[in-house]
């Protein structure tokens, strides 16, 4: 199985922006879809973004749109989801994980079992 590695959370004001990275060390994320999901306090795990692997369509939750973009970083090997303009309500622990077809972003991720470790996103001001 593929290892994903989530970093870049961190505490931001209301407004702010941060870059989170998802990195695989033994595989080129080039061969795989991945999403971003994240789970707030005392709620479900949700999709936020997916990349798809053939032609590299994007796809967003509707609460996000707008002000997340998620892009490959092929030097790095990494999916990158940058995210401007947070508001409180993107407070979370944010995830990536393969997901072909971004089947799990679409049908949401209540059976997908093999999360990293996250990194919290905390908005606050």
């Known amino acids: 199985q593929v290892q994903l590695v989530e970093s870049g959370g961190g505490l931001v004001q209301p407004g702010g922006s941060l870059r989170l990275s998802c990195a695989a060390s033994?595989?080129?994320?080039?061969?795989?879809?991945v999403g971003w999901f994240r789970q707030a306090p005392g709620k479900k795990r949700e999709g936020v973004s997916c990349?798809?692997?053939?032609?590299?369509?994007?796809h967003y939750s509707e609460s996000v749109k707008g002000r997340f973009t998620i892009s490959r970083d092929n030097i790095k090997n990494a999916v990158i989801l940058q995210m401007n303009n947070l508001t409180l309500e993107d407070t979370a622990v944010y995830y990536c994980?393969?997901?072909?077809?971004?089947?799990?972003?679409?049908?949401?991720?209540?059976?997908?079992?093999?999360w990293g470790q996250g990194t919290q996103v905390t908005v606050s001001a």
């Open positions: 990349i798809t692997k053939s032609d590299g369509t994007t």
């Open positions: 994980a393969i997901d072909p077809g971004c089947f799990f972003f679409r049908i949401g991720p209540a059976q997908y079992t093999n």
């Open positions: 033994s595989s080129t994320l080039d061969y795989f879809a």
